[in-house]
């Protein structure tokens, strides 16, 4: 027999707290972000994380390890079609927590998790150094064309040069 998890759990046993992440997974796939207690948070964010990196490989057997623990067809099929794709360029990190105020009634800490979708500052300027190289690449080489022609044309221009002056000296 394995033996049980050490800790509160959420819920009561095993089985309500595996029903209790897949139904705050579920919400946050479908609202984008989502408010809670701390404690659920806490483990709701690595569960989350790992459907969303399952959903990156989006191969049959990806989605049908995520139908497993999250058995809501129409939540994985929006995970699969939209949400995986505009994580493609991220490692990692897809949801932030916040902390908010503790909650009227019992003064349990509570916080918001939410799907980070957005651009990061650092993608955003190693997006922007790449654009200016290129950039620079595309000049440099709309440059070499120009400098051919004008080495091609000073040659032209020295050879009538000394066309001219060979039929002066004839001519003399």
């Known amino acids: 027999m394995p033996t049980p998890k050490k800790g509160a759990r959420l819920g ?9 992440l897949s139904n705050l997974a579920k919400s ?9 207690t701390d404690a659920k948070a806490k483990m709701l964010r690595p ?3 790992k459907l969303i990196t399952k959903a990156k490989g989006g191969t049959l057997a990806d989605r049908r390890a995520v139908l497993k623990v999250l058995p809501h067809k129409e939540t994985v099929a929006y995970l699969f ?8 360029g991220r490692e990692g990190g897809y949801t932030r927590t916040i902390k908010l105020e503790n909650r009227t009634g019992d003064n349990a800490p509570m916080s918001q998790i939410s799907l980070v979708t957005e651009e990061t500052v650092s993608t955003e300027a190693t ?11 595309e000049e440099a080489k709309a ?5 051919e022609e004008a080495e091609e044309a000073q040659a032209e221009d020295t050879a009538v040069e000394e066309t001219v002056e060979e039929s002066k000296e004839e001519e003399k």
């Not at 009561?12 to 209790?20: D, I, N, P, Y």
């Not at 946050?28 to 809670?36: N, R, S, V």
């Not at 997006?127 to 690449?137: D, G, I, L």
């Not at 440059?143 to 400098?147: G, L």
């Open 12 to 20: 009561g046993s095993a089985k309500q707290q595996a029903h209790l």
């Open 28 to 36: 946050l796939f479908e609202h984008g972000a989502i408010k809670t």
């Open 47 to 49: 569960y989350a994380e």
């Open 81 to 88: 079609d939209e949400l995986a794709p505009k994580f493609e």
């Open 127 to 137: 997006r922007a150094t790449r654009v200016a190289a290129s950039k620079e690449a």
């Open 143 to 147: 440059e070499e064309p120009k400098a």
